[in-house]
């Protein structure tokens, strides 16, 4: 039924493989459980309520996923939109946050009008294919930062931006561990070599003590807890009044909006490339269920009450463990409904434990920098910009938006005015107009 369903032989892959994928891109995403309740409480909401909304609306999201695109991609609230939620539309704009679900509420329905319309996949389809290497490229540098990041190996510096962390920490020492394991097993051509390097590093984290619960050296204290309050749960409805009374609402869904598609747009593109859902012409495999799926997400999300539910970059580590299909989708999703009741338990897979697997992902995916024309002018400037800024901006959607205005420009100059499709002047005008507010 499951190779039916999925196409497992065509798409080279096994029920086993689906599943170790399922489950390392789930570990390599679960620091969403912590993050997002954190983040989203600075607002006034109820921790264990957005903690629920954030496990049950990835579940449903992340199965969508799989059953309708059949794509080995997860989704969850993403990090970036969900600040933007807290502290830009909730904070600076000063909406409720009511309101802001309202908001997240309004941008789902409108991203699931264009994604039926077929709007959004003419924009995919409009990117150039250089460029879309050059996207999936970026995303893999930006997910080892994350990994960097999380891993305290590169940490704050007020002078020089970026500096190297504290060596002798445990939690460091431990994510090093995790990175050396996991070279040496890729090139060993170890099969699932990021899963077994995860596993080996949280086994060895647990013995030595450095993962615990809050960071303490110890096993958790419980393995299920069973509480289930959710005042959020169509909360969402209760604040479009002030939504559509504000005078920044529009700037407030404008911006949920962007962020949602162009994140998504290059996540999607990035696994595809790795996955070999890419078709000759350069399309995406069932784009549009794709993006149907992820619009689903962020729906489902703000009735839950959280923010914007978006396809997870860190998808990439399930489709380099071999993830190929909606499988692999489907077992992370599942995994999320589970730790609804195992939270306790996930406490010990810490960042230093998930980071050595996104560095090496990151490295796999930098590979695609292989196939991009650096000759040509127009797609390495337009292929450098997205990459460095995407970075240093630490946002997907925003290296995006400035490459394709490189892209724009460089080929202007160049006297290529009639190879630019119009799909790609509308979205220099959006992106000016994104910049502007």
């Known amino acids: 039924m499951l190779e039916k369903f999925f196409k497992l032989k065509e798409k080279g892959t096994s029920v086993k493989t689906e599943v170790m994928a399922g489950l390392t891109t789930f570990l390599a995403m679960a620091y969403i459980l912590a993050v997002n309740p954190n983040l989203l409480s600075a607002t006034g909401m109820n921790y264990q309520s957005v903690f629920l909304a954030t496990a049950i609306s990835a579940g449903i999201a992340t199965l969508v996923m799989g059953l309708v695109a059949n794509y080995p991609v997860a989704l969850a609230p993403g990090m970036g939109v969900n600040a933007l939620f807290a502290f830009t539309i909730c904070g600076s704009m000063g909406f409720s946050w009511q309101a802001a679900l309202a908001g997240v509420f309004v941008s789902g329905i409108l991203f699931l009008v264009i994604s039926v319309t077929g709007i959004r996949k003419a924009i995919i389809d409009a990117i150039p294919a250089q460029l879309k290497l050059a996207i999936g490229a970026g995303i893999g540098f930006f997910i080892a930062l994350i990994g960097l990041k999380n891993a305290g190996i590169v940490v704050g510096n007020p002078d020089t931006l970026v500096a190297l962390g504290k060596l002798s920490d445990p939690a460091v020492l431990l994510a090093i561990f995790g990175i050396l394991v996991t070279l040496a097993l890729l090139a060993r051509k170890i099969p699932a070599a990021v899963f077994y390097g995860l596993v080996i590093t949280a086994v060895v984290g647990v013995i030595l003590g450095v993962c615990g619960v809050e960071g303490m050296p110890q096993l958790p204290k419980a393995v299920v807890q069973f509480k289930f309050d959710m005042p959020t749960f169509g909360a969402f409805a209760s604040g479009f009044e002030e939504l559509f009374t504000h005078p920044q609402s529009i700037v407030a869904i404008f911006s949920l ?174 992106f000016v107009i994104y910049f502007t507010i």
């Not at 012409?281 to 489902?300: C, F, I, K, P, W």
């Not at 810490?350 to 590979?367: E, H, K, S, Y």
């Not at 925003?398 to 119009?422: D, H, N, Q, R, S």
Request: hydrophobic share 55%; aromatic share 10%; proline share 2%.
């Open 257 to 430: 909006l962007f962020v949602d598609f162009f994140d998504t747009a290059g996540t999607l593109v990035a696994v595809a490339n790795r996955a070999n859902l890419v078709k000759e012409d350069g399309e995406l495999e069932n784009v549009e269920r794709a993006m149907l799926s992820d619009a689903v997400g962020t729906v489902a999300g703000a009735v839950l009450g959280t923010s914007t539910v978006t396809s997870f970059v860190e998808s990439t580590s399930g489709v380099e463990v071999g993830g190929r299909t909606g499988l692999t989708a489907c077992t992370t999703g599942i995994l999320f409904f589970l730790s609804i009741i195992f939270f306790p338990l996930l406490a010990t897979v810490t960042n230093a434990v998930t980071a050595p697997a996104l560095i090496i992902v990151g490295i796999l995916m930098a590979q695609q920098l292989g196939h991009i024309d650096w000759t040509d002018f127009v797609f390495a400037a337009s292929g450098f910009v997205t990459i460095i800024m995407m970075i240093l901006t630490y946002s997907i959607s925003t290296g995006i938006a400035l490459g394709f205005i490189t892209y724009a420009i460089t080929m202007l100059a160049t006297g290529k005015v009639k190879e630019i499709k119009p799909i790609i002047w509308a979205l220099l005008v959006i």
